[in-house]
């Protein structure tokens, strides 16, 4: 069983586009984050929720919209894709707030 | 071999060689630091923590070092293997917060 799994794991799209991407983890936490990772590798925290509160919204476009439908999954939806959008985005969980974090395998997304 | 990981450099290791991976954070207030490991086309994996009361924690292979005062965190992997090629991320959590700020990272290569 996967902890942390992501959906999909590649999505090549183009600019203008509408796309999802879904998280779910089966470890029970309650503390679940999105992250992106661009082409250096720096990981940036975008969003988190705790228990389907959302508690962080860094400075992140408002074409990124998290839902998280109940604690096991967040999902992450992007309005009109552009090209600097391309990155892996990955999503994690934590027991607790700020706590070690399991990751998913990430989801690369090229915008086009 | 060491690196400081603010700027993703690479660190080259003799295979059985011990491995010291460098990282300077920023925040006094930062209470708990984590080490990750991420392969590549993989998400970050745990490997070991620290919380801000203690200077040294030891596991399998891997120990951190803390110094508060120069705010440094140091990872010293022991008898690097081929298995330990990866980059490798420290993370910290703000006092009493609730994100893990990583830093830059450094990639990690065993020579045979």
């Known amino acids: 069983d996967t902890a942390v799994s992501q959906t999909p794991k590649y999505l090549v799209t183009q600019m203008g586009n509408d796309k999802s991407i879904k998280c779910e983890q089966n470890?029970?936490?309650?503390?679940m984050y999105w992250y992106k990772q661009d082409s250096k590798k720096f990981l940036k925290i975008m969003f988190s929720y705790n228990n389907k509160e959302l508690i962080i919204n860094e400075t992140v476009p408002n074409r990124f919209s998290p839902k998280s439908p109940d604690k096991a999954h967040l999902n992450l939806h992007i309005n009109s894709l552009e090209l600097g959008d391309s990155a892996v985005y990955f999503c994690?969980?934590?027991?607790?707030?700020?706590?070690?974090?399991?990751f998913g395998s990430g989801t690369r997304l090229t915008v086009v | 071999g060491e690196s400081v990981g603010l700027h993703l450099p690479t660190l080259s290791v003799q295979e059985g060689d011990n491995s010291i991976i460098n990282c300077a954070y920023s925040?006094?207030?930062?209470?708990?630091f984590i080490w990750y490991k991420q392969e590549s086309g993989k998400g970050p994996q745990f490997i070991i923590d620290?919380?801000?009361?203690?200077d040294k924690r030891q596991g399998q292979r891997v120990t951190v070092l803390l110094n508060k005062t120069v705010k440094h965190l140091s990872l010293q992997i022991a008898a690097t293997q081929p298995g330990d090629s990866a980059v490798y991320f420290c993370a910290e959590r703000g006092g009493g917060g609730n994100k893990l700020t990583f830093g830059t990272g450094t990639q990690l290569k065993v020579e045979l």
């Open positions: 994690a969980s934590s027991p607790l707030a700020g706590s070690g974090y399991t």
């Open positions: 620290i919380r801000s009361n203690m």
């Open positions: 925040n006094s207030a930062s209470d708990y």
């Open positions: 470890l029970g936490h309650d503390t």
